[in-house]
């Protein structure tokens, strides 16, 4: 039986806390955590313009979903920003999904593509560039770092205020345990937090679902039957990323709560300030 209404089937128990719920009961605690989130950590003042990075994927598909619930509460309006990297066989199938998402949703929304913002040069054209340069493993590097810029882009360019990435509690203990796998003082300290203020000129950016486990974003997108694009990034498999995915799965195995320890460490790390980085430009 469902702990929270007592009436319903339980459907699943919560990955952390092992309380039993129903579908209803569990996407509305979901939702309500998402809300004290953002409003604990004053993420979304009333009256902000909010660019959603939208990817297609479960991640995106559920804060756009959740937000769009939560919308009236916080005050806020939404516009999705779609990043097209160039990459042939994978993209097109997800920008598909985030144009059903907009229109189902009725949000507005704007795609902004590698090629038009960086002269031509698309993912696919970088992977050919630095194949057999022994940089050939290293393009979700590249993309990291172009796709931070042109999100920035589209978000200027629909009169954004804020920008939000569907980054999960996983992809951020992910994030946490590569920066120190690799000795990255400078991304650690970048890392805490739910998010920057918008430092040299960029705008304020957060992660509303930082909190939230995989195993539960990918509950509430079935609970609430949302349509996404499941397949993986044709450049993923040669990603550390992975690594540290298989790293985080076996210490999960160990400690259920591992994932969130580590994003809550990285939120109390303090560095010496030899090793805090010169804060981004735009
Ligand atoms: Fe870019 Fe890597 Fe993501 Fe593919 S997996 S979209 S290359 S960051």
């Given at each position: 039986q469902c702990s929270s209404c007592h009436e319903a089937r339980a459907a699943l128990r919560r990955p952390r806390s092992g309380q039993a719920l129903c579908g209803p009961c569990f996407c509305t605690a979901f939702e309500a955590e998402v809300l004290h989130t953002v409003l604990a950590g004053r993420l979304l003042p009333p009256g902000a313009v909010v660019a959603v990075g939208a990817s297609g994927g479960k991640d995106?598909?559920?804060l756009a979903h959740v937000l769009r619930e939560l919308a009236p509460r916080l005050g806020v309006s939404l516009r999705l920003v779609a990043v097209d990297e160039g990459?042939?066989?994978?993209?097109d199938a997800a920008l598909a999904a985030v144009r059903r998402q907009a229109a189902r949703w009725d949000l507005p929304l704007t795609v902004v593509a590698y090629a038009d913002l960086f002269g031509g040069w698309t993912m696919d054209a970088v992977a050919r560039s630095t194949a057999g340069t022994g940089r050939s493993r290293a393009c979700c590097t590249f993309c990291g770092v172009l796709r931070r810029r042109a999100l920035?882009?589209?978000?200027?360019?629909?009169?954004?205020?804020h920008i939000v990435t569907g980054h999960n509690a996983d992809d951020m203990a992910e994030t946490v345990l590569m920066n120190f796998l690799r000795g990255?003082?400078?991304?650690?300290?970048r890392g805490g937090g739910l998010g920057?203020?918008?430092?040299?000129?960029?705008?304020p950016r957060c992660r509303p679902l930082q909190l939230a486990s995989q195993k539960e974003?990918?509950?509430?997108?079935?609970?609430?039957?949302l349509d996404y694009f499941s397949e993986e990034c044709v450049y993923a498999p040669e990603a550390f990323r992975g690594h540290a995915r298989d790293l985080l799965k076996l210490l999960e195995a160990a400690r259920p709560t591992a994932a969130l320890d580590l994003v809550h460490s990285a939120e109390r790390l303090a560095l010496a300030p030899a090793a805090r980085p010169p804060p981004p430009g735009a």
């Open positions: 995106s598909t559920v990459i042939g066989g994978y993209r920035e882009e589209g978000a200027r360019l629909v009169g954004a205020t990255d003082a400078g991304r650690l300290a920057s203020r918008g430092e040299g000129g960029a705008l974003v990918v509950l509430y997108a079935h609970f609430r039957r």
